[in-house]
């Protein structure tokens, strides 16, 4: 961990999206990040309708329908934050994360959490009690468009511990002062 001075909340994005397939540690990542830079995190598999969930729960991936009003609650959940707000979101495609980033209002930083198809079946199928089976990792990168360099957006790799995950992350935001 850094011994720089903490950040202050104001020097980081107040809209950001932690984005990638399924597995790929969103809900670990953007709990530590928001403890590290003072935001809120909100976990977008809870702003799934519950269709969704049994659909995937069975093995069955999503299609854009289904996608569509839990895109639209994301980027809801995000205009109504006060501060940093970070919503992990997978955010598979360019037209979902312009979705999320208009109905959010502009700007919209997305991090994107990049790994293996290797990286992330092994932890995957170490997770307990969630309802995306790994049997859905193919479709979920036959979907992946990571983000291009005209979009606002980050990449880190995640094969590497929790911390130095946050850490390049924070790095890459600009919020650390060194």
């Known amino acids: 961990m850094s011994t720089a001075a903490s950040p202050h909340p104001s020097d980081f994005p107040r809209r950001m999206v932690l984005m990638g397939v399924a597995g790929c540690g969103k809900s670990s990542v953007g709990a530590a990040l928001a403890t590290r830079i003072g935001a809120v995190y ?46 992990g979101c997978s955010a598979l495609k360019r037209a979902y994360r312009t979705h999320i980033a208009r109905t959010a209002g502009e700007p919209v930083t997305f991090i994107h959490l990049a790994g293996t198809r290797d990286v992330i079946e092994k932890r995957m199928k170490e997770r307990q009690g969630h309802f995306m089976p790994p049997a859905l990792l193919d479709s979920q990168f036959a979907a992946l468009e990571p983000p291009g360099p005209d979009e606002n957006a980050i990449s880190v790799d995640i094969d590497q511990p929790l911390e130095a995950v946050v850490e390049a992350i924070a790095v890459q935001l600009g919020g650390l002062r060194k």
Do not use: Q, Y
């Open 42 to 87: 909100f976990d977008g598999d809870d702003l799934h309708p519950a269709e969704n969930i049994a659909k995937m729960s069975k093995g069955t991936p999503l299609d854009d329908a289904d996608r569509w009003p839990w895109l639209t609650r994301v980027g809801e959940a995000l205009a109504a934050g006060t501060g940093p707000t970070i919503i």
